[in-house]
């Protein structure tokens, strides 16, 4: 079984300034891992996945994380938040090489403030 | 192409009663999971279904159910309501080449249920 820990339930930054959300994993097999984001009274969309290859995966909108194997940590940063980055962020974390039912972590909510 | 959708988008019931909720997959999408988020919380998986078949079930008791129909929509159905029940209930969908493959879920905006 996999589980996940996210370990900050909020974090408020100031616009423009960089952000890490932090997201630790346990496993005991291969894994691939997600980060979803919810933004209010809304459904979950994939932001980044680490299936395979590079450590190091990015998103369209500025959102980067590292797959660290040897600190099982897939941890989520943005050099510069916007407004409108303020949402509930969650890392999830699936075994490789089976069906895809993920497992969540409980969330971090990133507040942007102006 | 339409996203997947869920209905209603609020529900409230009394302890004891059944509820139906309702998802219609992404337009091509065979496979449908659905998932428990209770306030404060992540996502728990509850079931999938592939094809109209039970793909794998997650930690919940009996009385949820599903049913996923030949063109791909679903239902979860919950019996003897507890006020635990009461969370946003999720529905994902994906396209899936097989049973054990790695696909893209795609969630709709989900349905609030509570329970009093």
């Known amino acids: 079984a996999q589980s996940v820990t996210q370990l900050d339930s909020q974090v408020p930054v100031f616009e423009e300034a960089p952000v890490e959300l932090r997201c630790n994993y346990s496993?005991?097999?291969?894994?691939?891992l997600f980060w979803y984001v919810q933004y209010p009274n809304q459904g979950l969309q994939l932001l980044l996945k680490?299936?395979?290859?590079?450590?190091l995966v990015e998103s369209i909108n500025g959102f980067e994380a590292e797959f660290n194997k040897s600190q099982t940590s897939f941890h989520l940063r943005k050099p510069s938040v916007h407004i409108s980055d303020t949402a509930e962020y969650f890392c999830?974390?699936?075994?490789?090489?089976?069906?895809?039912?993920?497992?969540f972590g409980r969330g971090t909510s990133l507040i942007v403030h102006p | 192409e339409t996203g997947v959708t869920q209905s209603p988008t609020h529900l409230i019931k009394t302890r004891g009663q059944q509820v139906t909720l309702r998802c219609s997959s992404q337009?091509?999408?065979?496979?449908v999971s659905w998932y428990q988020q209770a306030l404060g919380q992540g996502p728990q998986f509850i079931f999938q279904?592939?094809?109209?078949?039970?793909?794998g079930r997650g930690n919940f008791p009996p009385r949820f159910s599903g049913l996923q129909f030949p063109n791909y929509s679903s239902e979860l159905n919950v019996n003897a309501l507890e006020l635990d029940d009461s969370a946003l209930y999720l529905c994902?969908?994906?396209?899936?080449?097989?049973?054990?493959?790695?696909?893209?879920?795609?969630f709709g905006p989900g349905t609030r249920l509570t329970v009093l």
């Open positions: 994902a969908s994906s396209l899936a080449s097989g049973r054990n493959t790695y696909n893209e879920q795609f």
């Open positions: 496993s005991s097999v291969s894994v691939y």
């Open positions: 680490y299936l395979s290859g590079s450590t």
């Open positions: 999830a974390v699936s075994a490789s090489g089976g069906s895809y039912i993920p497992t």
């Open positions: 337009s091509g999408h065979n496979t």
């Open positions: 279904y592939y094809r109209e078949e039970e793909n």
